[in-house]
């Protein structure tokens, strides 16, 4: 890379007016558009092949002064690497894709900035949300700001659905502590969950077999059982409740002491 030389704009070897950084105090020293050194150099063995970004030089038809090239040419609209409709269970995900080499991608959540990342060697940027966003839809979108500070365009929206809430499962029957002489008793529960998928049930810690709301116990022996009802949803999240109760069938048994037959 090189410097490009002064050009006749400049006095005894000294440019005029101060160049515009894109943000001098945060350290950016990128040409911004309309500094007085864009296309203000020469374009001879000075000027070098490229800039200190990797630029080609004389963008727009003559090299600028200094070590940077101002490109006014939006990069290509990133892009994101989930499907629209993506189901995650994770509350702080990670937003990808591919960017032009040297940009600095922006993640929006609804519009609204979340935050940034830089594009690696390959043009891949990996943004995590630092804090955990809320349950439900997110419409996400990306643009990417070139060294110059030059944006694309926001990309097409892509929803994002949050769902790190597990299940929740109301077993209301058996009643927990019920003492009966049903010994096929009705399974009966409910389920709050907005990506429903598989309900298992449990007798006594046994295998776990499918199960629905309103279906019945196979004929269970007399004593304790506990009945355990278990939710997964479309991620694997799972949620549970159980319910202990008794079984008494036998009848009891009366005997006569007198009057004696």
């Known amino acids: 890379t090189g410097t490009a030389s002064i050009s006749s704009s400049a006095v005894n070897n000294n440019q005029t007016t101060a160049p515009a950084f894109v ?15 864009v296309d203000a150099g020469a374009t001879d063995g000075n000027s070098g092949a ?39 269970n ?18 929006f959540d609804g519009g ?9 060697l390959f043009g891949n940027y990996s943004f995590p949300f630092p804090s955990a966003i809320g349950g439900g839809t997110h419409s996400i979108t990306v ?18 659905i949050v769902d790190a809430t597990a299940p929740v499962v109301d077993l209301t029957s058996p009643v927990n502590g ?11 529960f409910g389920v709050t969950e907005p990506n429903p998928d598989t ?16 279906d019945v116990l196979p004929p269970v022996s007399d004593g304790t059982h506990t009945l355990a009802v278990t939710h997964f949803d479309t991620l694997g999240t799972s949620g549970s409740d159980s319910a202990t109760f008794h079984v008494d069938t036998t009848p009891p048994a009366v005997s006569i002491s007198s009057p004696q037959a």
């Open 112 to 120: 609204v900035a979340a935050g940034t990342a830089v594009t690696d």
């Open 23 to 37: 943000d001098a105090l945060a350290g950016d020293f990128h040409q911004a558009l309309g500094s007085a050194t």
């Open 199 to 214: 309900t298992m049930c449990s007798l006594d810690g046994g295998d776990s077999f499918a199960c629905s709301s309103g």
């Open 50 to 88: 490229s800039d200190v970004d990797g630029d080609a030089r004389s963008i727009g038809g003559t090299a600028d002064i200094g070590g940077d090239e101002y490109n006014p040419t939006a990069p290509p609209v990133p892009s994101i690497s989930f499907s629209d409709g993506q189901l995650t």
């Open 143 to 160: 643009a990417a700001v070139n060294p110059s500070g030059v944006s694309s365009a926001q990309s097409a929206a892509k929803g994002l």
């Open 90 to 107: 994770d509350a702080t995900p990670f937003i990808g894709g591919i960017a032009a080499l040297n940009t600095t991608v922006t993640v």
């Open 178 to 188: 019920l003492l009966s002489n049903d010994n096929t008793p009705a399974i009966v």
